[in-house]
Every structure is written in structure tokens, then in C-alpha cells.
């Protein structure tokens, strides 16, 4: 079974929370935030997403459902060396989501996500290493913060991801962000993402991609993408290599899973 792979050593966190840093606040959100399928489903608190959550959020839920009853092979999530599931929080216990090669490292989340991907990146790297999740959305943060409460070793704040950091994170990790945004945002947030990654460290994009053309899912998740994530479709259409001004910079690979519907693509800085 392959993985989608982001890390390569397992552990879990607990669901917890932790403190918020509101260093550089953005005005608001995004003028495309409050579109149907855009940022719902807060966190991992299904009480605090809209009730149109979103059949593109169901499609994920039923994935991650047969993979775990095994239904589905190879269409999981993360680890080089190990597996997880694909979606929005469904971890076996001993494999949890992973992020960096080794504890100690500086991981960079530039959006809040469901379950315990940010708590058990956490766990993981342990007191030396650092986890710096962000998000547009003060309630996204918000509830991140009760996540990752009892971890010192990871702060979240209000940042928009088109901003950029110095280049200080061993790895960064997109996790089904950039089909939430238009395509001319998408290059300053791919940009700002690589830009924040140390030489010889990467960038980790996990996002939808063009399912193969005989896909049982092909016609629903193109019925989803044109009703509630308008921008989704942009990456049937386009690698996101070609969203990067600076792409000689890295070395790029892709894979992609359950049929071509998910991809993870790293970039590696040389």
C-alpha cells in the first residue's frame, strides 16, 4: 500500500488545544471565505461548521470511512515509510498523520485541519522541535487553540498563508488548502510556502488532483467543485509546480491516489 506520505515515525496526540498568538493579525479573511464549501468544517468541530458543510466534505468522510474498514487499499495519507488515512481526521492509533523526518525539526501548517493531524505532529517532534499552524479564520484558530493547549511546543495565530516567513521550517505542510482559493492566490501562497523552507528542506502540497477518466467519483466530485469549491477544478487543470515563480529552486515529485482524485506533491529546495 502506498502512502501519501508526509512523515516517517508514528505518534498520536490526544484531541487538545493550545494559545493563540495574534502577532500579524490580517484584516479579515479572504473575500472568496465565506463561499459555500471554502474553510467549512472548523477544526475538527463538526458544531462549529455551516449546515451546508459541503458534499465535497461527505465524499472525504466516506473515503477515509472504507479505507479504514479496509475497503480501499493504498489511498492513504502521509508517512514515506508509513501509512494514514487520506481526510479530514480518520488516524489509527498507531499511525498517526506525520510531518517531519525526525523529531526536533521546525514544521510550518499553514492552515488548521480536522482531527489530530496538528496534534500529533505536535507529539512528535517533541519539546526541541516547534509546530507554527496558522489560519485566516480567528474561529479556525480557535478551535486549534483547544487542540494543541497542552503542547508548549506549538503556537497558532491568525496569519493569512500568502504572506511571507523567512525561510527558517525544515518542512511545510499544505494540507487541502490550495483548492480553496483562486488561482492568483494560490501562486502567492505557493511562493510565500516555499519561501518559507530551508535549503535542503520541503514543502509538502496535499490537494485534490484530476481523477482518472473512468472514476466512479469523476462526475460527483465535478458536480461538488462547480456547486461549492469554484477553485477546486483549477488543480484538475494545473500542476502546482506551475504556480511557483521560483520552481528551478526545488525539486518536484507528485503522486496521486484513489484513482488520480487526491495528489501529494513535495518540493524539495536545493
Avoid at 114 to 142: F, H, K, M, N, T
Wanted: aromatic share 8%; with cysteine; hydrophobic share 40%.
Amino acid at each position: 500500500m502506498r502512502s501519501l506520505g508526509i512523515i516517517e515515525q508514528p505518534d498520536v496526540g490526544e484531541n487538545h488545544g493550545i494559545r493563540v498568538q495574534r502577532g500579524s493579525v490580517v484584516d479579515g479573511p479572504p473575500p472568496w471565505a465565506g463561499i459555500a464549501g471554502c474553510g467549512v468544517g472548523v477544526d475538527g468541530d463538526k458544531n462549529s461548521a455551516p449546515a451546508f458543510m459541503g458534499v465535497g466534505n461527505a465524499v472525504r468522510h466516506l473515503v477515509a470511512a472504507e479505507i479504514k474498514t479496509g475497503k480501499v487499499a493504498g489511498v492513504c495519507l502521509v508517512g514515506e515509510a508509513g501509512i494514514d488515512d487520506i481526510s479530514t481526521g480518520v488516524h489509527r492509533r498507531p499511525q498517526c498523520s506525520r510531518i517531519a523526518r525526525r523529531a526536533g525539526q521546525r514544521v510550518l501548517q499553514p492552515a488548521c485541519v480536522y482531527g489530530d493531524l496538528s496534534p500529533g505532529i505536535a507529539a512528535y517532534l517533541g519539546p526541541q522541535g516547534r509546530l507554527d499552524v496558522s489560519d485566516v479564520a480567528p474561529l479556525q484558530v480557535e478551535n486549534c487553540r483547544r487542540k494543541l493547549r497542552t503542547f508548549p511546543n506549538a503556537t497558532v495565530r491568525v496569519w493569512d498563508a500568502a504572506d511571507p516567513r523567512s525561510g527558517i521550517y525544515d518542512v511545510v505542510c499544505s494540507f487541502f488548502l490550495l483548492h480553496e482559493m483562486p488561482d492568483s492566490y494560490k501562486r502567492r501562497v505557493v511562493d510565500a510556502l516555499l519561501k518559507a523552507v530551508r535549503p535542503g528542506g520541503k514543502v509538502v502540497f496535499v490537494d485534490y488532483h484530476k481523477p482518472h477518466r473512468a472514476h466512479p467519483l469523476k462526475g460527483l466530485m465535478s458536480l461538488v467543485f462547480d456547486l461549492l469549491e469554484p477553485f477546486a477544478k483549477s488543480l484538475w487543470e494545473n500542476d502546482i509546480e506551475s504556480f511557483a515563480s521560483s520552481a528551478v529552486d526545488f525539486v518536484w515529485s507528485k503522486q496521486t491516489y484513489f484513482g488520480g482524485l487526491f495528489q501529494k506533491t513535495i518540493a524539495r529546495r536545493r
